[in-house]
Every structure is written in C-alpha cells, then in structure tokens.
C-alpha cells in the first residue's frame, strides 16, 4: 500500500520580547500562547482536512516560541495533525522558556524531537541581538532535554554577527556539542529592512568576505567535531557568492575538500540558473549527493507564464536530461514543488502539470493547493480556482506523483548506497537517507546516529524503503 507523504506546521508567533534581527510576524512581549490562537489553528487546520492525503509523516512546531505553548496546548495540536507511528514530531525552543517539568509535558505530548535556539555561547552577544537566554540557560536546556528523553536534539549557531570571531563560534560549537545535539543549523546573520537591525544596523559587523570566512570556517569546524555531511540551502541557492566574486560551486568545492566531510547535499536550486558549467562542476564533485530539488511549481506552460516564472517546460527538462548526462552510469535523482489551482488553471492545465511529474520521473514531490495571498499580483488575477477543486487536485496529484516514487524506488531494488543514521527507533534500528534521499529504515548493531553506513536497498513499503548493512 502507498502511503502519501507530506508534513504538517504549525506557526506559533508568540515571543518573550522580538529579536532585534526579526522581521517575521510575532506578537513580543508574551508570556503564553493565548488558547484562543491554538483553537484558530485548530480551524485552520480542519478547513484543509479535505485535502489532506493522510496521516503526515513530520509536524514541526515554529514560531516565534513554540516552547510558550503548554504541553496541553502542544498536545492538541499534534492529536489534530494525527501523525502516523514514527512520524518526526519537532518542536522549537528557546532556552529561558524551559523546564524539565515542561520538556517532560512535551514529550508525552508526542514531541520527540527538540530544536533548540542557541545563536550565541557569549552573553553580550545574545544582550546585542535581543536574545532574553544566557549562555547557562542554553547549557542547562540541552541537559534537561537529555533528563526528558530526548535523544534527537538540534542546536542554532548565528555566524558573522556584530564583533564575530572564530573563538566566539568555538565556544558556541561546544555548548551545543556538549549538549549532545545530532544536528546543527548554522546560518549567517541577515539584516532584513523590516528589523530593528534593519533601522539601525550595529556595529562591528563583518563585511561580505568576512561573512564568507566565517561560513567556510565553521564547514570546518563541525567537520573536525564529528559532524559527516553539510547541507547547504538558501532562497536562492546559485546565487550565493554573487556579492563576493565567488560561486556555489566555489563553495562545494572547498567543502568537498575539508577533512571528514563525507556528503554534501544541496537545497532548492533554480533551473535557469543552472549553466551548463555549473552542471559539470556539479558532477564533478563526488562527495555531493546526486539528488537536486529543482523548483518547478507547475509542469504547465500556461501556468508558468501566469506565475512569472523564467523557465518553461522544455527548459526545465533540458536542464533534468543535462544532469543525467552528466552523471553517466552514475544514479540521480530529482524532487520538486507543484502548486496545485493557480488563478487560471484549467483541468487541462493541471493534467499537463501532472503528466509532466511522471514524464520527469521525480523521487518526491512536495504538492500543495494555491493559497490566495493579498498583497499579491496573483491575489487578483481571473480565473480563480475554488477551495474545494484546489483541494482535489491536490489530492489527485499527490496519488499519481506516489505513483512515480513507488516506481522509482522499485528501480532501486537490490542496489546499494550510503546511508546517514539518523532517528534510531530502538537501540539497533534507525532511520536515514541515502545520497540519492531514499528514505530507509535498516538494522545497524554496533553503529550510531551520525555514521555513514553502506546499505543494500530492498522494498518500498510505502513509507520507507527497508535496506540492509552490506
């Protein structure tokens, strides 16, 4: 039986006091997240009921602070989003908002697994970005999570914020090294216009080739930690580098070269972007993993046009059979995103969209319905699609975009691969992705989360693909 995949979040923008880099919509000065707001949520989520295509495999609570919610509160949210068994259930918290006593709530709840927003190991820097933790308080976070019993925990390192140093991210690499996290997110400070940094920027902040510096360093330090594969990811992934005379591919290739990075994978990647340079580059590589996520959101030419897209059809193919042919012998595969009921979608429109899916051959398709947004030139435009046939063809779409995984998989059978141990679901048994992002599940006695294994894939059941240690 194929079962559909997708995920749950919900938004929890509710914060002790705005950081002074934010712009995202939060209500400060908060101490709880009033009920009235879950049970909004709780609306919200029932009126997408209908094109929903099952239980979610993964339901992230963001925000804001999600850790104001109550445990109560974060257990009506996850029993309303019904995850099937083993599904990933994380949970953003900031440091100064837990208890043992709350993380316990929490993992009754259904949390098992705990992000936790450190930034900064120095309490003056945590004071300059409006950060209400200590550099203690995230210490002590990381053990209460190991005395709750959490053993997926994940930890948020800032880079190139005002005065940085290499020490300064040292120190911070430890506190959450120490803490036990099996992840970590480190990702350079923004200022985004919208912010208090934004209207008064601080002080003593790195420039653009700095910045570099540090991102490139701290590659290296989590390498040295322990740390196998580095993923990259922004908005607008090949661009990195155009306001320092570098590249992305500049940048994969340094990482490729640091001592005890083992994979290399690669975020949301635009297909016009991609040269046909950049695709030998690419496939030159070989620590990279050969899965791209190429944004597609429709495999319709009419709709590409109506959204403003700078590709077609044709030129997205082009750049999926370049790939191909630059890896040779070598597998490959594809993931994207489809928007299912854009304003002026036909149903000849959205049977184009689909047989484009199955002619492409994708891994996983990441579908959605249309969501009208003001503000938007879209929010205007003819033609618009009703909730109820949005949600169809959601559903319609999900099923045969399945169809194509099981497919895919099933040509998969009896190869072998490398796999990252990740979520054990017992002592011996764990969760992982290949290099190609098969999703398994394998008995590894003697390893844990965080190896690199090798694998001999087996079936799909729907849900993973069952493999076994070569």
Same mark, same amino acid.
């Given at each position: 039986?194929?079962?559909?995949?997708?995920?749950?979040?919900?938004?929890?923008?509710?914060?002790?006091?705005?950081?002074?880099?934010?712009?995202?919509?939060?209500?400060?000065?908060?101490?709880?997240?009033?009920?009235?707001?879950?049970?909004?949520?709780?609306?919200?989520?029932?009126?997408?009921?209908?094109?929903?295509?099952?239980?979610?495999?993964?339901?992230?609570?963001?925000?804001?602070?999600?850790?104001?919610?109550?445990?109560?509160?974060?257990?009506?949210?996850?029993?309303?989003?019904?995850?099937?068994?083993?599904?990933?259930?994380?949970?953003?918290?900031?440091?100064?908002?837990?208890?043992?006593?709350?993380?316990?709530?929490?993992?009754?709840?259904?949390?098992?697994?705990?992000?936790?927003?450190?930034?900064?190991?120095?309490?003056?820097?945590?004071?300059?970005?409006?950060?209400?933790?200590?550099?203690?308080?995230?210490?002590?976070?990381?053990?209460?999570?190991?005395?709750?019993?959490?053993?997926?925990?994940?930890?948020?390192?800032?880079?190139?914020?005002?005065?940085?140093?290499?020490?300064?991210?040292?120190?911070?690499?430890?506190?959450?090294?120490?803490?036990?996290?099996?992840?970590?997110?480190?990702?350079?400070?923004?200022?985004?216009?919208?912010?208090?940094?934004?209207?008064?920027?601080?002080?003593?902040?790195?420039?653009?080739?700095?910045?570099?510096?540090? !991102? @490139?360093?701290? /590659? =290296?330090? *989590?390498? +040295? #930690?322990?740390?196998?594969?580095? &993923?990259?990811?922004?908005?607008?992934?090949?661009?990195?580098?155009?306001?320092?005379?570098?590249?992305?591919?500049?940048?994969?290739?340094?990482?490729?070269?640091?001592?005890?990075?083992?994979?290399?994978?690669?975020?949301?990647?635009?297909?016009?972007?991609?040269?046909?340079?950049?695709?030998?580059?690419?496939?030159?590589?070989?620590?990279?993993?050969?899965?791209?996520?190429?944004?597609?959101?429709?495999?319709?030419?009419?709709?590409?046009?109506?959204?403003?897209?700078?590709?077609?059809?044709?030129? !997205? @193919?082009?750049? /999926? =059979?370049? *790939?191909? +042919? #630059?890896?040779?012998?070598?597998? &490959?595969?594809?993931?994207?995103?489809?928007?299912?009921?854009?304003?002026?979608?036909?149903?000849?429109?959205?049977?184009?969209?689909?047989?484009?899916?199955?002619?492409?051959?994708?891994?996983?398709?990441?579908?959605?319905?249309?969501?009208?947004?003001?503000?938007?030139?879209?929010?205007?435009?003819?033609?618009?699609?009703?909730?109820?046939?949005?949600?169809?063809?959601?559903?319609?779409?999900?099923?045969?975009?399945?169809?194509?995984?099981?497919?895919?998989?099933?040509?998969?059978?009896?190869?072998?691969?490398?796999?990252?141990? =990740?979520?054990?679901?017992? #002592?011996?048994?764990?969760?992982?992705?290949?290099?190609?992002?098969?999703?398994?599940?394998?008995?590894?006695?003697?390893?844990?989360?965080?190896?690199?294994?090798?694998?001999?894939?087996?079936?799909?059941?729907?849900?993973?693909?069952?493999?076994?240690?070569?």
């Amino acid at each position: 039986m194929t079962v559909l995949s997708f995920g749950v979040y919900f938004h929890i923008p509710y914060c002790f006091s705005r950081c002074r880099y934010c712009d995202f919509y939060a209500a400060g000065a908060a101490r709880a997240v009033p009920d009235a707001y879950v049970d909004a949520l709780l609306r919200a989520l029932a009126g997408f009921a209908a094109a929903l295509p099952g239980p979610p495999d993964t339901v992230y609570l963001g925000g804001g602070t999600p850790s104001l919610l109550t445990p109560a509160q974060a257990a009506r949210l996850i029993s309303a989003a019904a995850p099937r068994p083993g599904a990933e259930v994380t949970l953003e918290a900031n440091p100064e908002t837990v208890t043992l006593e709350r993380l316990q709530g929490y993992r009754a709840a259904g949390v098992n697994r705990l992000s936790i927003g450190v930034q900064s190991a120095r309490d003056s820097q945590l004071r300059a970005l409006g950060r209400p933790h200590t550099a203690r308080q995230a210490a002590a976070a990381f053990e209460m999570a190991r005395q709750a019993g959490f053993d997926n925990v994940s930890g948020d390192i800032m880079l190139a914020l005002p005065r940085y140093s290499r020490e300064e991210f040292d120190e911070t690499l430890a506190l959450i090294q120490e803490g036990g996290a099996a992840h970590i997110s480190a990702y350079l400070l923004k200022i985004e216009p919208g912010s208090a940094f934004g209207r008064q920027p601080p002080a003593g902040l790195p420039d653009a080739d700095q910045a570099a510096g540090f !991102y @490139l360093y701290a /590659v =290296e330090r *989590l390498a +040295a #930690a322990g740390y196998r594969e580095a &993923v990259l990811s922004a908005i607008s992934l090949p661009s990195y580098g155009s306001d320092t005379g570098t590249d992305l591919y500049e940048l994969i290739e340094h990482c490729a070269q640091v001592e005890g990075i083992q994979r290399i994978r690669l975020g949301s990647l635009d297909p016009d972007m991609l040269s046909d340079e950049a695709i030998a580059r690419l496939a030159a590589v070989d620590k990279l993993c050969p899965q791209f996520h190429l944004s597609l959101q429709s495999g319709c030419d009419a709709t590409l046009r109506r959204m403003r897209r700078p590709y077609t059809t044709a030129q !997205y @193919l082009e750049v /999926v =059979e370049q *790939l191909r +042919a #630059a890896y040779g012998s070598r597998p &490959v595969s594809f993931t994207t995103d489809c928007i299912c009921g854009f304003p002026g979608e036909t149903e000849a429109d959205f049977e184009a969209s689909c047989a484009f899916l199955e002619q492409v051959g994708f891994l996983r398709v990441h579908v959605f319905p249309y969501s009208r947004r003001e503000g938007t030139p879209a929010y205007s435009f003819p033609g618009q699609v009703v909730e109820e046939e949005k949600q169809a063809r959601s559903r319609r779409m999900h099923l045969r975009a399945e169809a194509v995984r099981a497919r895919v998989l099933a040509g998969l059978e009896g190869t072998e691969d490398e796999v990252l141990l =990740e979520t054990p679901l017992s #002592a011996t048994v764990f969760t992982g992705y290949t290099r190609l992002y098969v999703p398994v599940v394998v008995s590894a006695p003697g390893h844990v989360s965080g190896e690199i294994v090798r694998v001999r894939l087996g079936k799909y059941d729907g849900e993973r693909v069952q493999a076994a240690l070569c």
